[in-house]
């Protein structure tokens, strides 16, 4: 008899499941093979969202063993990974999960939402493998406004971070980080698993463009550069300077507007110059050219002076001069023909009353258009005939007896020469024509101290 109510309790149970099980309200499978269920492990969740959203995948799914409060532990991690680790945070809008209960596991399907349009996702690098200095000029050479990288937490703490972060700029280039950068900041964000460190610079907009920075590799070149800077009209020029002093420089800017020859700007021009300065003394330095007179003035002077050299030119050319001893001579004639010293505007030199009319007289432009000059009007016209003919000639600055004074060098057959058209023409004697460096150092002339002269006068 209790054999048969065993046996007629186990059919009854049987019944009840397969019933239940058909009703959907017990359900039974096995695990997938190689899959563990595990407790709840929090860490372990955090972990595998952050794992799937590194990966940009959008399904997650996790086996538990079954538990009252399984959910609500499920839920608080989630929120708490969508705020505090860095790899959820930065890109996942939402997580939203489903469970299935089986009668031995619990089967947990999470779907990850990605916010729309996002950058990528900054790159991870070592505290250690970060060089600052390079971070900053990368930027600076591909004029970013923004760089930012993930730090693991465990490789540096909050101080280190923040005060290597406050010397950056030192390692870097300063005077280029200063000169091209108008502003820059620094943010640092704490997650559980990273810092989060960014820069934002902001450029000047008046700034010229890296590439653009001439950098200064002999005074001569950069005498050259200049030149050919006032020669095309750029009002600015900006220069790296190593190796020179600023008061070298401001010379070598007057050795470069005298020399301007086939020009009138030598003496109405004047530069304005801002430095950026780096510790081992070297420096950007940005010139910003102040002109005389309206621009409109200076365009007419300009082509009446091109049409004056290119009617001198033809007539030394008709004048058909056999050798460039002949050329140099024929040059300094045709000058010493055109131009009258004027006293007055020599006096207004030495008091340093100049007007602006006499700005123009004591130029190239004074020499050959306005037929009266001093001898920086002399010498800048002697070498924009000379430049002309493709001759070497540079226009010297010093004294002569003690006086501020104006002289050309050339080069002739290999040796440097002296040519003084000023005192070719008030005294009227070719011994001031083409002279030796014997002659020259017998002679009372005193270049300016560290004035720019060309590569072949050291030469020669």
Known sequence: MRQKL??????????????????????????????????????????????????????????????EALEAQIQAEVDR?????????????????????????????????????LPPRPPVRSFSSLHWGE?????????????????????????????????APEAADSALFTYLAANSSW??????????????????????????????????????YLIDAMLTGDETVTMYVKDMEKERLQL??????????????????????????NADGSYICEIRSQYSGTAATREAYRLELMAVLKELEQTIR????????????????????????DDAVSKASVEQALTPDMCYTRTAYGALVQKDSVCTGYAAAFKALCDRFGLPCWVMLGSFDDVGHAWNIVLLDGEVRYVDVTFFDTARSD???????????????????????PDWYGAA
């Not at 709840?40 to 955090?46: E, G, R």
């Not at 470069?256 to 530069?271: C, P, Y």
């Not at 002279?435 to 005193?446: A, G, L, M």
């Open 252 to 277: 070598l800017w007057d050795t470069a507007r005298i020399n301007d020859g086939a020009d009138m700007v030598e003496e109405s021009l004047t530069g304005k110059a801002t430095y950026w300065d």
């Open 187 to 224: 943010y640092v964000s704490e997650y559980e698993d990273y810092w989060v460190v960014g820069l934002e610079l902001v450029y000047r907009q008046d700034a010229c463009a890296l590439e653009a920075i001439y950098h200064v590799e002999s005074p001569y070149e950069a005498a050259c």
């Open 81 to 117: 990974t969508l705020s505090s680790r860095y790899d959820c945070a930065y890109n996942v809008d939402t997580v939203t999960w489903s469970v299935v209960n089986y009668d031995n596991y619990v089967y947990i399907k999470f779907s990850l939402l990605y916010e729309a349009n």
């Open 6 to 67: 065993y046996l007629f309790l186990a059919a009854f149970s049987l019944l009840i499941v397969m019933f239940l099980t058909a009703c959907g309200l017990v359900k039974t499978a096995s695990l997938p093979e190689g899959v563990d269920v595990l407790s709840f492990d929090a860490q372990a969740l955090s972990d595998a969202l952050c794992a799937a959203a590194r990966a940009n995948d959008t399904q997650l799914i996790l086996f538990y063993l079954p538990s």
């Open 318 to 341: 008709d004048a058909a001069p056999q050798t460039e001893e002949d050329t140099y001579r024929l040059i300094a004639q045709v000058v010493a023909e055109r131009t009258a010293y």
């Open 431 to 453: 011994k001031h024509l083409l002279f030796t460096q014997q002659e020259y150092e017998k002679r009372h002339y005193v270049p300016e101290e560290g004035y720019v002269t």
């Open 135 to 167: 971070i900053i000029m990368d930027m600076l050479t591909n004029k970013e406004t923004d760089y930012t990288v993930c730090i693991p937490r465990a490789d540096v703490e909050d101080a280190a971070l923040k005060d290597a972060l406050s010397h």
